[in-house]
């Protein structure tokens, strides 16, 4: 089955201490997109401006992602540029340029309204409902978000969260969300706002999911060089949904593959800049560090 | 086999957000020594001045712990004091008294000088030194440390780990002493130091291994109440060289069981004050979480 993905579709200029790097193909949509098509078809909701590079468009295609729900209309396409620090854990945002994305509403083409698996990925929370809005009976749902939507749209998020089947937050976040420092309490918490999964990631450090057959604790693929963490959550979180919509059998059983098949996905996505690495790994890569974090966590 | 182990044994006065805990036994001998003796025999080296409570010589004794090495002496046991903020996570030291400690050298029982695996938990690298210039030929020597020698005394740490089998430290304590912010170029480097075995504890997070089989993810036990982490990083690696001495085969065929059983007893540790709830632990706790560890790590 395929995936649904509604998200940022955007540029990229990113800082690191050893390099620059402008205009990248950028946004949570494009990394989610790109990371679930290892795995399954993929059905993008977006918007660009008339700027957009037509290499990204190309991209996207040899990705097999369905662009027909990607609006391009005229005017600038969404703009980031951010810096990281020496140890590449903070970064700071120099640039939001919001461009055609201030004036978004997505719209679902019909043959969309019906998928089964929808990713919303980070995005305002009242676009993230709008797409659910637009659907007919999705299987299973799950939302991304941001600090920034806890900070200014937290009622709409409140609302989407007994929306979703999953909700996939960072530490920080679940801290902000939920008040406490304890990650497994703020995830009893979240789950009390609707959510049946509940995924915190935790960066270099991996991620806990907690669901209804408990908890599972998932690796991070070992990393010697992180090049560019941007958009690595994304490709977490759409690499497992692409998973979790062809594997065979139920979602609570391929749940913890779903994640791990996420995991490697970002690791690959941290080795080049925005998706220079994603963009060249084969399925039989991403095969090869599973069985290589099967290996690392067995005892 | 039984295992050596020196390091401080003391008496902790702690204070967390919600509770206040004077003169508490410990140091990290007396944890690495409650966590090993789950496992194993354990010979006990330190010092403890004559106003040390009966009781914790009791309960040494009820852990059948091997006090001939522990000197008692004229003066007062070293005492610390310490308090936690809200996260649990970060800690100050409101006081140090030295006590008899200021003048602590180690003397080994002739019985203990052919001990095959010794653990030089946290202490200074110049009394770490001191016991394996004693011993005859030790199978397995394992070292802790802390940022204070770092500081204060680099030059000993040097010298000491090429002397050790196995090096454990934390992820600060490796970027202070590596310069790196990723770990496992951090391990590396400190390969070239001289251990075999480099592990980085992570508090909450687990803990990475790098040894002569490569990498291995030590995942923490999920805890929903962390009530005093004081004493954790002792336990663990006394649960594991616990394990090690003690379970059949080779070192390297056993050493990931070992750090998941260290993980296990470091995660009672944390759920009571000082060695409360560790000294309440049955060895059957112990292998229900490490199944249960297990099963939150399969995929």
Known sequence: MSVLIVG??????IKTPTAENPRLLGGSASHAAVAASFFSPVKLIGVVGDDFPRE???????HKIDLSGLQ?????????????EVNMNNRRTLLTELGVFEKFTPHLPDA????QFVLLANIAPALQHHVLDQMTKPKFVAADTMDLWLNIALD???RLLPRVDCFVLNDGEAHQLTKEDNLFVAMKKIHKLGPKYVIIKKGSHGSILSGPRGHFICPAYPLHDVCDPTGAGDSFVGGMMGYLATARGTIENNFRRAMVYGSVVASYCCEGFGLNRTTKVKRADIA???KELEKLTRF
Chains 1, 2 share one sequence.
């Open 8 to 13: 940022s579709t955007a540029l990229d200029s």
């Open 56 to 62: 990204y468009i190309s991209l996207y295609k040899r």
């Open 72 to 84: 391009m209309v005229p005017g600038k396409t969404f703009h980031w540029s951010g810096e990281y």
């Open 112 to 115: 969309h309204k019906s998928a």
């Open 156 to 158: 709409d998020l409140l």
């Open 288 to 290: 090869k560090r599973v």
